[in-house]
């Protein structure tokens, strides 16, 4: 596993120490056909000689169940989308494949949105089963965590430090939002995950009033060093945690969650969810309050920051989808790749237009399996959009 923190910070040197022989440990995430080899988790380098080697096997734990079957939204047009792309000659890729757009109408200022539309590809949108949603449910992680550390009255400038392995590692709350969500950095995300706390992530934060209607989080994405730093792979455990700022300290007990997780993979969530947490950090402030998570301005402009920069992998479908947009559109995104699934959760927000969109788009297999369908959809929005003018 990768990490792009400063070579002097805690979360660099201690993936630097976890970097021997073992150190990809393949992420127990999502399926994929079963006699596909594990591939290596999100934005991770290339595997080493004995990367992957391990055959996959969901994990499992005694309070796991099947995912949840939702029913669709009100409101989801399943049949546009597909007529509009098999029109413009879009074939899907063999392997598997979801889409999911949502529009929104801006008024003459483009400070608030004042309608909204959502298409998706043969109601796969509310898909929660058989895909991979890999690193994209990270700005899940960071959201979570970011109004967690304000709601205990500190900052994200504070440092936590997790009772673990000796030295205990520490990193301050914004370090670890920066490395999960810029660079896709694993250990980042189960340090999130386990701050916010199993309990208050699904039921404070990952529940309807905020969108969420499928997504469980329930293993480490970096299994194997995580159990070597010693904490459990499943997240409903977390460590005792300091919280340090100037000089106050506050200290976390350590918990076991018992939240319901009707999930029986490391990551469960669907398109539409992706989306709707995507919009709501960008558009925050064009939304209304009800839909709104309440994020304090540095926070939007620190995870805005993190969500438009430019990855050194995981650009493949804003690349094709750049072309048909004006110079000036931003392209605020998260990708996500593992076992041979490829996702990317993309808001386009072109000034010269009345529109914005919000693209998920999932294939299988490889990086390169969306190009296709970024190229089509692209097109499309660019043309006008999906629904009447």
């Known amino acids: 596993m990768a990490s792009h923190l400063p070579a002097n910070s805690p979360l660099h040197l201690l993936v630097a120490v976890l970097a021997l022989p073992w150190w990809l440990d393949p992420v127990r995430c999502g399926s994929r056909p079963a006699a596909e080899a594990a591939v290596a988790p999100d934005d991770t380098p290339p595997p080493g000689p004995d990367a992957g080697s391990e055959p996959f096997a969901p994990p499992t734990d005694a309070e796991a169940g099947e995912?949840?079957?939702?029913a669709a939204p009100a409101g989801i047009d399943h049949e546009t989308l597909p007529e509009r792309l098999t029109?413009?000659?879009?074939?899907?890729?063999?392997?598997?494949?979801?889409?999911?757009?949502?529009?929104?109408d801006l008024d003459e200022t483009r400070a608030r949105v004042v309608a909204e539309r959502r298409y998706d590809w043969h109601g796969t949108g509310t898909e929660v089963g058989d895909w991979n949603a890999a690193s994209t449910v990270k700005l899940y992680a960071a959201v979570a965590a970011l109004l967690r550390i304000r709601a205990l009255g500190f900052e994200p400038r504070a440092t936590l430090v997790f009772d673990g392995t000796d030295p205990d590692p520490r990193f301050t709350v914004t370090e670890l939002v920066q490395a999960a969500?810029?660079?896709?950095d694993n250990l980042a995300y189960d340090y999130l995950v386990v701050f916010t706390g199993f309990d208050e992530l699904h039921e404070q934060f990952l529940v309807p009033e905020n969108g969420f209607e499928g997504t469980v989080l329930r293993v480490a994405y970096a299994s194997g060093p995580w159990e070597r730093l010693g904490f459990s792979r499943f997240l409903r455990d977390s460590p005792a945690i300091t919280i340090e700022q100037d000089e106050r300290t506050q200290v976390l007990p350590d918990a076991h969650g018992r939240a319901a997780a009707p999930c029986a993979r490391a990551?469960?969530?669907?398109?539409?969810?992706?989306?709707?947490?995507?919009?709501?950090?960008?558009?925050?402030?064009?939304?209304?309050?009800?839909?709104?998570?309440?994020l304090a301005p540095e926070d939007l402009e620190l995870l805005r920051g993190l969500l438009r920069s430019t990855r050194e992998r995981g650009e493949e479908v804003v690349e094709r989808l750049r072309p048909s947009f004006g110079p000036e559109t931003t392209f605020y995104h998260k990708a996500g790749f593992s076992k041979d699934w490829y996702t990317d959760n993309v808001l386009i927000d072109d000034p010269d237009r009345s529109r914005a969109w919000v693209v998920v788009l999932a294939g299988?297999?490889?990086?390169?399996?969306l190009n296709e369908a970024a190229v089509a959809v692209g097109g499309l929005l660019?043309?006008?959009g999906l629904g009447d003018a």
């Open 67 to 70: 995912p949840a079957v939702l």
């Open 87 to 104: 029109s413009a000659g879009f074939t899907p890729p063999a392997g598997g494949f979801l889409a999911c757009v949502v529009e929104l």
């Open 181 to 184: 969500v810029g660079p896709s």
């Open 267 to 294: 990551v469960c969530t669907t398109p539409v969810e992706l989306a709707e947490a995507l919009l709501r950090v960008v558009l925050q402030e064009r939304l209304p309050a009800e839909r709104s998570y309440g």
């Open 364 to 369: 299988y297999p490889g990086r390169a399996v």
């Open 382 to 384: 660019a043309a006008g």
